[in-house]
């Protein structure tokens, strides 16, 4: 009988033999959600993590309790509606998103890029690190040539951290175009 892991994780996958580390793979345009991947072959296949997750437990707890006392419903509507702001904010900017428009499909995950230009995500990367200088914390995640920069929001997200997003975004554009 051979035993094999219930499912994979990137504990027990092989990084791609021409990628240096894991974050420039995710960040890659050229790479899809297909990608074969060689998975470990040795008892670290089972490795999903190595420890049981008890903080995580407890600061789940404690979530699921301020998610109930804020309400649902209401955190639903603000992650629409700063959705909306953010992308209205792109649109003025000359930015189209990736994400879904249809208020229905919406979440809390913006994602746009800045056209590929180049053939790769290198000024995706410029603007994610931008961003970073100025304590603003986005990700880059590219497949099929789709994503870029990902922006994250929720209940505790205001309309002043939306408009001061925007407004880097803005700089960064008109720094690209000096």
Not at 10 to 18: C, I, Q, R, S, T
Not at 29 to 46: G, L, Y
Not at 55 to 62: D, E, P, S, V, Y
Not at 164 to 178: K, T, V
Request: aromatic share 12%; charged share 25%.
């Amino acid at each position: 009988m051979r035993l094999e892991p219930a499912y994979d994780t990137y504990f027990n996958a092989l990084l791609p033999k021409h990628y240096p580390d894991y974050d420039t793979y995710l960040e890659n345009p050229d790479r899809s959600p297909f990608d074969e991947m060689e998975m470990i072959n040795t008892a670290q296949k089972f490795e999903i993590n190595g420890y049981r997750n008890y903080l995580g437990a407890m600061g789940l707890t404690k979530a699921i309790e301020v998610l109930q006392e804020y309400g649902l419903k209401e955190i639903e509507e603000k992650i629409i509606s700063l959705n909306l702001k953010f992308t209205e904010g792109l649109r003025q900017l000359g930015i189209d998103t990736v994400s879904s428009k249809d208020r229905p499909h919406m979440s809390s995950t913006v994602s746009f890029n800045l056209g590929f230009k180049g053939g790769g995500s290198s000024e995706e990367k410029k603007l994610m690190d931008y961003l970073l200088e100025k304590n603003i914390i986005v990700s880059l995640r590219c497949a099929s040539w789709t994503g870029g920069i990902r922006v994250s929001m929720h209940y505790y997200t205001t309309e002043e951290d939306i408009d001061s997003i925007l407004f880097a975004i803005g700089n960064f554009l008109s720094l690209q175009q000096c």
